[in-house]
């Protein structure tokens, strides 16, 4: 498996808007659609997006995602080293991933960007 980087953070919270609007103010950040992501996904300068989304919306209070070239052999190698992970690969306009469950007990996410969002912005 060969991990590129981290490419996606997100927090689940009570306070939405909230924390949108304190993410436009203190960073000058805007958020993008992006279809099939219920949350409010801010893109940052290094490529990487921060995710704002609901309580509960996320299945997690926050998450990881772990850039991967190769998400189907990443995930095998997980379940190789007996990790439990989601037995669907998931997608959106820009990624496809799938959660785990790492030792520490916490969701992460693998993550492959889709051709789309690995092309030209």
């Known amino acids: 498996m060969r991990i590129l980087g981290l490419t996606f953070v997100g927090t689940s919270t009570d306070s939405r808007a909230p924390m949108s609007d304190f993410l436009r103010a203190a960073f000058d950040l805007q958020p993008v659609a992006v279809d099939g992501v219920d949350a409010d996904v801010f893109d940052l300068p290094d490529g990487t997006s921060f995710a704002v989304a609901d309580a509960g919306g996320m299945g997690t209070e926050r998450t990881v995602g772990f850039l991967v ?25 820009r990624w496809r991933y799938t959660h785990f469950r790492a030792p520490d007990g916490h969701l992460y996410e693998l993550v492959e960007e889709t051709a789309r969002a690995a092309g030209p912005a």
């Open 69 to 93: 070239e190769g998400l189907g052999e990443a995930v095998q190698r997980l379940r190789a080293l007996g990790l439990e992970v989601d037995p669907e690969i998931s997608a959106n306009e």
